[in-house]
């Protein structure tokens, strides 16, 4: 006995699915920015100093003394010599009034009295070292200083976006089919499909 064969071939549903990745570009440009610094207000009083030069002692040592100076030197000279004198004829006195012990101060006498000591005579410096003292006091300075707060300018500028979406492109490659044969020994084939 001869059956009927039945034949059946699907061909299932197939998509073409195209995808383009998001594209994002961001350009920033910089800001405009200005900064000015004024200058600060300075302001600075110079005090002047004071120099003191004292010179009395170089003048002196050169024996250049002025009017009062020259009168008092003077006169303690000579109130030294008076005394010293004093002094020598006294003590010659003494000397005299003991005679006759031992020695001979009338000689004596006449020699201290008729020469001069030697002079002495030596190297020294003139005027002497550190003669003419100096003395100097600063003046100082006031400063005042107001500092100026700079100037500063800032314009920002929006940045350059550019934003392409993600982009999906779907098509159907081939659609869903299905195909049925049917064999007969005693009928003739025949077949049909479907197609969804």
Do not use: C
Request: proline share 7%; hydrophobic share 35%.
């Amino acid at each position: 006995m001869d059956m009927p064969q039945i034949r059946i071939q699907s061909w299932p549903t197939r998509l073409d699915i195209h995808t383009k990745d998001a594209q994002l570009h961001i350009q920033q440009e910089k800001a405009d920015m200005s900064i000015e610094q004024p200058k600060a207000d300075l302001q600075i009083r110079q005090k002047q100093g004071k120099l003191t030069i004292d010179q009395s002692q170089a003048w002196r040592d050169m024996n250049l003394l002025s009017v009062y100076e020259s009168i008092e030197e003077f006169a303690r000279l000579g109130r030294d010599g008076w005394l010293a004198g004093i002094a020598r004829v006294s003590r010659q006195g003494d000397e005299l009034m003991k005679i006759e012990h031992a020695g001979n101060p009338i000689a004596a006498q006449a020699e201290e009295n008729g020469f001069d000591p030697p002079k002495e005579f030596n190297i020294g410096w003139i005027p002497s070292v550190f003669a003419v003292k100096t003395h100097y006091e600063p003046g100082g300075a006031d400063i005042h200083a107001e500092p100026q707060k700079p100037k500063i300018s800032v314009r920002p500028r929006k940045p350059n976006i550019q934003y392409e979406p993600w982009h999906v492109n779907i098509n159907v490659a081939q659609y869903p089919k299905l195909e049925i044969d049917v064999e007969d020994l005693k009928w003739r084939n025949f077949s049909f499909e479907i197609t969804i």
